[in-house]
């Protein structure tokens, strides 16, 4: 602690503490540190647990970079991930601007000018746990390195930059949410910036507040908006800048500059936790077979993570599954799948185990064409004419979804036809596909059991973890990274970058040894024809069936199979051996000298 | 660590390491103590995570008394907590007997015989973090304090004891499980020991074994069983004792002796990480109401704790509930539950909050007498006459009980035919209580909302949580508690003790502080009145509405529903300042001083 103190001011104003050490040295030297309780500005009347007390007195590790004098230097220039020639077109002012880095400089040949600046930021989307510290990041930037700036949080996401909903940050309002997790600081939203009124709205709330930067937290959509908000400001010739930030747990965002989303880490070790419990108690009862969903609509990273770390008995990765079908030029996939678990339950029962662990992306069933069909057909027939009793209605169906509507459970049935979007679509989100395939394995067990090839007891357990990971405490990685991606966030503002996401790399050295910098957005988009018009898009990163964590887990899942090989990562620590590991998934990524290095 | 190790052998045999410090020195000595991989007698072929090993290497501290030389001594008589004339009879041999403590003396005075003992253990009933520690408790105190002991463990429950299925526990066996979760050593089961014919089974079994005594970790109804047992045996004039031991999660086992049931604390933390991680995260997104159901079967010991730790709009306490109903003398007593969770879903919207979070104990259901009618009346239908698809079957059922089950959604209605236990009985435990009040809860606010007097937006959530927590790591708490129980087993096996159970007290204090001695089983016992007989029960320890916790809970709750007031707990720690905290509800019931003394 007395390190960081001596050394942070030491580097913006040498002789002088800064606000935030300030601040932090007063805290600390009550020893006694209390429960906090906020009735003030932020975080209202919340009364703290003794863990969330203690994770908001630690300090966070600044990196090396970060506590000197740097300049922030380009690099060669960009161009798009696919179809250049189109994203140049939508992006004419932005195309193709290098990336840039934070690089040490001697203080007299440093060009960062000493001004004041009007900064706002956003959340997007869902919960990612260490959004706060992104916002602690940029604030703690303009506190040290900048004089007289202004740090607005846009209240509710993107419909708050709209409508102008803000508040303005100060260090009381930020300190309760620092390590903290949720995004309930200034809350998230799920809206676009889309329509030229909207924009409009947008350069309005730039202009009264005097925005000379706006930070984007969010996923790949929300990254694309911030890229078309820094198109639609440069153009205008608005002094705003725009750069993004990489949240999702679903760690679909990154490219080989963005090693990682952040909250990708902190979900997997909540949802493995939890997973490892469940493991052990069905070797305990040995009677369970515990179907486990897992966050994370379009790609199966999570449950991949989660494989990784607890070894269950079965995982299907939604990728491979479709590659798979795509090889093999089968219909029926979703059999497939049910094919798939019943034959490794029935071998497991042979082997005289009659429980096991089953992972389950949650966007699984995207991934099947033949439920995409159903749903397609459904979706039309809801809005047209609408579904009888008898069931008359579904006679509109094809045969082949016909044939697959009546495969499913009741309960599953009922979910396709009610519960459905604002725009009355069937939400895939609410179909409980763990429950689906427990029903489905059972009907097949049911039936190899009359034929005597299977003689086991099967006894289905369904859980879907979700919710319980998007808002936990960050890890000290999460925590740490978020902070750095904040901080490089305020830099690059603060050196007239725009169109950029804020990038931490060498992620597999210590904190004091990571790399800052922004990557151009526009390098990261490729289009989609919507409507007959391009579209941008940042496309997610799939499971790479190439790459070395699903080879890794490819090469291992057979001897998980029957032999029972759970491993139980437990509760999350914050100190202790273990406390700053990071996930397999960016550690296999990060190769060998980084693991090597990592597992020192 | 070496503390411990010096101060051990010098109690037991002076001058000399016993096997435990030899076996935990050997491995404190490997600094780079690896990732365990066991393919041997034990856990098979486990891999374990970092923590899970770390924990291993954990030492356990032992209580003072258990440091020195003592003896069991006895208290006064005892009598049964009701109907003691029928208690008498049903247990001639064993009623009445005194408690007994464990007290320091002179090596000089100390009448522990040195001889070697043959004990058996039984884990019975659900999983709870810390059974395994109470195994290892009985093993160390038997290479401790007795000469060429042996344990045997038996294997899947007290079937295991019926069928002379065991294996002898070793240092190599016993030691992969040391501080971790779940029961998978010996594991569990659920048969009980009844009829004349299963008596015999295990009289010949103790035989068999030679057994002097043998300890029997379960709930009330394991507890009951214990003491069947130990009458038996006694009546038999056979050598072999039997001590239980306070296992289970809910919380219901307990009285003044036995302060906690062990497994309670980690549990309740595990599932109060999840619910804290909902509570942030219905803030962040302000759209969600979070159902959240609680594993605790009879008793809402669980919910109430998690109530106390995390501060709910909304708790249902299922014994508060059944009084008010009581009093009023209401019939529609699920209506009142949903017009409850109705009314302050109204006040919260007013207020400008359409989120929050609900905790409902599992067995809830049980606590609804128009339920329990309902249940008694299809249980008959579908044991006699089955239910056709028509619905003609509904006419058979009490106009109260058909209007009821119209009530219910189709889901759970289904669920109330369809899912049925081993003897065709309707399992209330698989009823979706949550996903059932969602849906009443959402009718109800769409008919208020037709009248104008609800303007808000809803959106349920529903969660499960129960697996998860059954089987996690044990807490510091439930690691010693645990482990001071079994040591305490095995000494009252050692000083000739049978029918009582293992009982720790003073937990406010330090561990080295805690008491430990045996309570009368027969102490605990009342009867009941089944099939025409008296039957000897433990009764389960309910909330009790006028103890410390649920009146501390009262007072608060009222300001939880309006405001937020959440907290969030974080994952269980094993190291740091709060790691050694014990849970609310038995912070609160050992009174202030010992809060003081804990609050430290």
Redesign the interface.
Known sequence: MLARTLLCPASARPGTLCLRCLFITSIMSNTNAPTVKKDGPGR?????????T??LNVSLPLLSVLKKTFNVVDGAPSSASGNPEEIKKLFPKLFGQPSARLVECDPKACSMENKSLKIGVVLSGG?APGGHNVISGIFDYLQERTNGSKLYGFK?GPAGIMKCKYVELSTEYIYPYRN?????MI??GRDKIETPEQFKQAEETAKKLDLDGLVVIGGDDSNTNACLLAENFRSKDMKTRVIGCPKTIDGDLKCKEVPTSFGFDTACK?FS??I??????A????K?Y?FVRLMGRAASHITLECAL?T?PNITIIGEEHFALMKVAAKKQTLKNVTDYITDIICKRSEAGYNYGVILIPEGLIDFIPEVQQLIAELNEILAHDGVDQDGAWKKKLKSQSQELFELFP??IQ?QLLLERDPHGNVQVAKIETEKMLIQMVETELNKMKQKGAYKGQFNG?S?FFG???????PTNFDANYCYALGYAAAALLHAGKTGLISSVGNLGEPVEEWTVGGTALTSLMDVERRHGKFKPVIKKAMVELEGIPFKTFASLREDWTI????????????????AN?INHTLKLELGPPAQAKLNK
Chains 1, 2 share one sequence.
Not at 44 to 51: C, D, P
């Open positions: 209202l009347a919340s009364v703290y647990s003794e863990l969330q203690s994770r919960q509710g903290q997790g949720g995004f309930d809350c998230s909540i936790e939890m490892g419990n469940v493991m052990t108690d070797r305990s009862t040995g369970y515990h770390q070894h009741k309960a009922e357990q859980h919710y319980e990971g998007r808002c936990g405490l032999k029972n090989l759970y491993v139980s990562p437990g509760p999350i620590q914050f100190v202790g051996p273990n590991d």
